[in-house]
């Protein structure tokens, strides 16, 4: 049993190469990878218990999010600051050339900084939440997670789209959920003139009435537009609860105001 303890110590002992004239050792390195996993394992216990503390006070979760993101960082940072001088790195030298490193490569790093820091705004003002339904340039869709450097909206088409969060501090972003979830629509039909107005108008709210995806509050309208070259042109307007509803259940309306006005001889 001595003898294998012994050879235990002589392959812990074993040098595997310099750096900056330290010798690091096979115990050294094990000794470097396990602060750093204790300090990822810490990192994710702090977190969660600054994410839960923070939302018990009352405040917002994205709020919560980013001191728990914060919090994370800093706790791994850390670690893995005292893993490398554990195993001799000189950290002052390493600053120093991760400062010049950091000049030379400024421009590449300068968008990644950019979206990293705009993610912790879009955590802390809450321009945009998870569950949100935007419009940001060609991306029409629901938020599904906000990171450091983009955001993951989903579409219509269950097609994911990163988002740069820079864009969504910088560009013109449209927030389908604010103030409320719903969202309004509109159905465009055209009647032959010498209808009855009346008629069309009842049978358009007697379509959306019957509908199970639209609103009663707010109730839905009927709009007599205007004279059309050919046509009396009106607009159906309902309320919808899902943004990404909208072409399925304007069609379905379609549909069945078309089968309404052949049943009331339109």
């Known amino acids: 049993m001595r003898e294998f303890f012994r050879a235990v110590h002589d392959v812990l002992d074993t040098e595997l190469f310099t750096l900056s004239g330290v010798p690091l050792t096979v115990s050294s390195l094990l000794a470097c990878a396990l602060i750093i996993l204790i300090g990822f394992a810490l990192a994710r216990i702090a977190g ?125 972003v449209v927030n389908l959920s604010i103030p409320t979830p719903q969202v309004r629509r509109e159905v465009m039909v055209g009647v032959e003139y010498g209808s009855d107005t009346a008629r069309v108008r009842d049978a358009l709210l007697a379509v959306a009435a019957a509908h199970p995806d639209v609103l009663d509050d707010p109730a839905p309208e009927v709009h007599f537009r205007d004279f059309g070259a050919s046509s009396l042109d009106f607009a159906l307007l309902v309320w919808l609860r899902n943004p990404l509803d909208d072409l399925r259940v304007c069609s379905e309306l379609r549909f069945a105001i078309d089968a309404a006005f052949r049943d009331a001889g339109i």
Do not use: C, W
Not at 60 to 87: E, K, M, Q
Not at 144 to 151: D, L, Q, V
């Open 48 to 172: 969660r218990g600054v994410f839960r503390s923070v939302v018990k006070r009352g405040r917002a979760p994205g709020v919560a999010a980013a001191v728990d993101r914060i919090v994370r960082y800093s706790i791994f940072a850390t670690a893995v600051f005292v893993a490398l001088d554990t195993i001799g790195v000189n950290l002052t030298a390493l600053f120093a050339g991760a400062g010049v490193l950091l000049v030379g490569i400024g421009f590449g790093l300068q968008n990644i900084a950019q979206n990293f820091i705009s993610g912790l705004i879009v955590l802390l003002e809450r321009p945009v939440k998870v569950g949100d339904f935007v419009k940001a340039g060609e991306a029409y869709g629901a938020i599904e997670h906000i990171g450091m450097r983009a955001t993951r909206v989903v579409t219509r088409d269950a097609t994911t789209i990163l988002i740069p969060n820079s864009e969504l501090i910088t560009a013109q």
